[in-house]
């Protein structure tokens, strides 16, 4: 190249250096494994994340919290305490009421593993466990009710008793299927919401007519 011949370098102008990558700052939250920190801590957050779920359900608007960050926690505990509550009453066996418990705990996981399948079968975007999750924290209304029929038939159990668990039975009732849909429907063709809210609304029709039936020995 001729031409380069009468290009001089200035001699304030360094040219050596330094070839350097720059690293952002590291973040210690990087490093942080749940692996390392106190059971406390992991109940409490565990805890925190349960009590952020009922409050979804209690206040049901389209939120992604069930779907995303999903358990089963909260369902198991929903379950065991309305069979624990459903135990003892009127049943065709004079037994203690022990099978009144798992009949309770097997309707209540297999009604929701038949709803999930008949979702997926039809299309749905969620996966197994997220509806799983979906359809056991909204068994929280319903087990509202249950506490409040226990405490209104310790008062009595005349006609003014089943008028007041009818109105409370029925209203979680809709707030069960209206919480659960709202979390589920998005999830759904369009074309065949109704197929997968039918099943729903039969779910939560059988607990709560197990509610409402449900007389203390």
């Not at 297999?110 to 709803?115: E, L, P, Q, T, Y």
């Not at 979906?134 to 009595?156: E, F, I, K, S």
């Amino acid at each position: 190249f001729p031409g380069l011949a009468d290009v001089s370098i200035s001699q304030d102008i360094p040219v050596e250096g330094e070839i350097t990558v720059p690293v952002g700052s590291h973040s210690p939250d990087e490093d942080y494994s749940t692996l390392d920190e106190p059971v406390k801590d992991t109940i409490m957050r565990d805890l925190k994340a349960v009590g952020k779920k009922f409050v979804h359900v209690m206040y049901p608007r389209k939120s992604s919290a069930l779907l995303r960050d999903w358990d089963l926690w909260g369902p198991l505990v929903l379950c065991v305490s309305l069979a624990l509550m459903l135990q003892g009453g009127s049943a065709d066996s004079k037994d203690d009421g022990g099978p009144q418990f798992a009949e309770v705990f097997v309707i209540i996981w297999f009604g929701a593993v038949v709803i999930t399948l008949n979702s997926k079968l039809l299309g749905g975007t969620i996966s197994f466990f997220q509806s799983l999750c979906v359809l056991g924290y909204c068994v929280l209304p319903l087990t509202v009710a249950m506490l409040v029929c226990r405490l209104v038939l310790l008062v009595g159990a005349g006609t003014i008793s089943f008028i007041i668990r009818l109105i409370v039975v029925v209203a979680m009732f809709g707030w069960s299927t209206l919480a659960s849909t709202a979390f589920l429907a998005d999830s759904q063709p369009p074309n065949r919401k109704a197929l997968v809210v039918y099943p729903i609304f039969l779910f939560y029709f059988v607990i709560s007519w197990m509610i409402l039936t449900f007389t203390p020995q």
